[in-house]
Nanobody
Framework: QVQLVESGGGLVQPGGSLRLSCAASGSAFSINVVTWYRQPPGKQRELVAAIISGGSTNYAASVKGRFTISRDNANNTVYLQMNNLKPEDTAVYYC?????????????WGQGTQVTISP
């Protein structure tokens, strides 16, 4: 079993920055793809950014140039650096990881972390 734990959310003013972390723990696993999603209040969950094992990244148009996804393979942690935050970035942010274990490939979700952008 693998667990994903997100951290780093909070309340910041517009123009501020936050760094979210998604840490995976468990035994005998490798992370293939990690994707950050967000769900704004009253809206559907949407893709924010993704990173694959080789390091390639992908971003939603709304965050490109402001957010950076990166990974620390040694610590099984993926980060989402969010700069120049806007009120429309307010959402619960979730990480999703596609993980390979002896038992096969499975996707895991974190519990979510609240990000609120407000003056």
């Amino acid at each position: 079993q693998v667990q994903l734990v997100e951290s780093g959310g909070g309340l910041v003013q517009p123009g501020g920055s936050l760094r979210l972390s998604c840490a995976a723990s468990g035994s005998a696993f490798s992370i293939n793809v990690v994707t950050w999603y967000r769900q704004p209040p009253g809206k559907q969950r949407e893709l924010v950014a993704a990173i694959i094992s080789g390091g390639s990244t992908n971003y939603a148009a709304s965050v490109k140039g402001r957010f950076t996804i990166s990974r620390d393979n040694a610590n099984n942690t993926v980060y989402l650096q969010m700069n120049n935050l806007k009120p429309e970035d307010t959402a619960v942010y979730y990480c999703n990881a596609v993980i390979t274990q002896y038992s096969g490939v499975r996707a895991y979700w974190g519990q979510g972390t609240q990000v609120t952008i407000s003056p």
